[in-house]
Nanobody, 118 residues
Framework: QVRLAESGGGLVQTGGSLELSCIIS????????AGWFRQAPGKEREFVCA????????TYADSVKGRFTISRDRATNTVYLQMNNMKPEDTAVYYC???????????WGQGTQVTVSS
């Protein structure tokens, strides 16, 4: 059984940076896709970005393109989300996700809170 565990959330000022990590435990497969979703207060969950474990191919939501970078360390089975030039509208609970379909939504971590102060 694959499990996802996020870490790295916290409070950051507008324009600042933060990095989230997601440790993926259990057996994955070459076509496994890992991603990040977020949910702001009073809003629906939205896709942020995703990466194909096998090829490293990535996709980003327009709202974060150019500011966020998703990457993976295949040796440690960890996925990272580097967030730069952060904005108050980035405030949300961020979830690490995984699965075999795009965007990945079959498996979810517990979430980590990210707050951007203005």
């Amino acid at each position: 059984q694959v499990r996802l565990a996020e870490s790295g959330g916290g409070l950051v000022q507008t324009g600042g940076s933060l990095e989230l990590s997601c440790i993926i435990s259990g057996r994955t497969y070459s076509s496994f896709i890992a991603g990040w979703f977020r949910q702001a207060p009073g809003k629906e969950r939205e896709f942020v970005c995703a990466i194909r474990q096998g090829t490293g191919g990535t996709t980003y939501a327009d709202s974060v393109k150019g500011r966020f970078t998703i990457s993976r360390d295949r040796a440690t089975n960890t996925v990272y989300l580097q967030m730069n030039n952060m904005k108050p509208e980035d405030t949300a609970v961020y979830y690490c996700t995984g699965g075999s379909r795009w965007p990945p939504q079959e498996m979810w971590g517990q979430g980590t809170q990210v707050t951007v102060s203005s």
